[in-house]
T-cell receptor
């Protein structure tokens, strides 16, 4: 099956710093990738849709200046949490859409803790 | 807009018993439906998908789901629960553009 690799799996950063999370599709090209945030014991909340070569589309209520998304190639999208604060601590998950099989495959997730 | 409702945030079964996780959807177009499983501190793994072919879909780990248009349901079943099935399960429907709309999730516990 297709594999989506997300790094890092865990990161602890100081308040005010920025953190970059990478999402790679390893065996298919993904023109579209999605970034989700998940709070404990809750479902996934879509943050933004990342399209290769164009600007990301953010969901309502998501700060685009805080959560910077770059999709520079067909296999890589990055999410940068800028000037992180403790309330940004969460589990972030990416997914990449395989157009041919019409399936979204998920990365392993990144546990971000801001101290 | 599409939506998904999972009935029961927590389901507990005994090992060897039938697993039934309920999912109802709302969609204005023929839907693509999915079940994903999530283990603690991990991403989501695809269990199975419905894409307008056979209404009974078989997935990994012995799970299957039946698409019932008349009931707008896509319930997930497994004849005999195993301890390793304990996890969080999410039903999802595809929205235009490929976005997935998730249900609230159902936590499955398996008792020895």
């Amino acid at each position: 099956g297709a594999v989506v690799s997300q790094h890092p799996s865990r990161v602890i950063c100081k308040s005010g710093t920025s953190v970059k999370i990478e999402c790679r599709s390893l065996d298919f090209q993904a023109t579209t990738m999605f970034w989700y945030r998940q709070f404990p014991k809750q479902s996934l909340m879509l943050m933004a849709t990342s399209n290769e070569g164009s600007k990301a589309t953010y969901e309502q209520g998501v700060e685009k200046d805080k959560f910077l998304i770059n999709h520079a190639s067909l296999t890589l999208s990055t999410l940068t949490v800028t000037s992180a604060h403790p309330e940004d601590s969460s589990f972030y998950i990416c997914s990449a859409r395989d157009q041919d099989r019409r399936i979204a495959f998920f990365g392993q997730g990144t546990r971000l803790t801001v101290v | 807009a599409q939506s998904v409702t999972q009935l029961g945030s927590h389901v507990s079964v005994s090992e060897g018993a039938l697993v039934l996780l309920r999912c109802n959807y709302s969609s204005s177009v023929p839907p693509y439906l999915f079940w994903y499983v999530q283990y603690p501190n991990q991403g989501l793994q695809l269990l199975l998908k419905y894409t307008s072919a056979a209404t009974l879909v078989k997935g990994i780990n012995g799970f299957e789901a039946e698409f019932k248009k008349s009931e707008t349901s896509f319930h997930l079943t497994k004849p005999s629960a195993h301890m390793s099935d304990a996890a969080e399960y999410f039903c999802a429907v595809t929205e235009e553009g490929g976005k997935l709309i998730f249900g609230q999730g159902t936590e499955l516990s398996v008792k020895p």
